[in-house]
């Protein structure tokens, strides 16, 4: 596994990681989404991760999929989505992870 990704993941603070291919349509509907989340919760961590480029940690998390979004906090993913999301859903997922010791 990438140190430097189980390091970003391992935060006591969400971590939100974008699963995605240059080649995947939706997953270009992904960051403008992100960017909304992000204006409003600023607390969290977002990481892009492109499967083609580490297919290791994507077969890590069995990410079949894309794009696939998974929050995690302290190493442990507390939430995962496929395909394109609602961003109320996530705001709301990402709030009460907030909340989780």
Known sequence: MNKRFLRIINSPKPVLVDFYADW???????????????????????????????PYIAGNYKIQNLPTLIVFKNGKPLWTHEGVFCPEKLKSVLRASMDKN
């Open 24 to 54: 995947c349509g939706p997953c270009q509907e992904i960051p403008a989404m992100l960017k909304r989340v992000k204006r409003e919760i600023r607390d969290i961590r977002i990481v892009k991760v492109n499967v083609d480029k580490n």
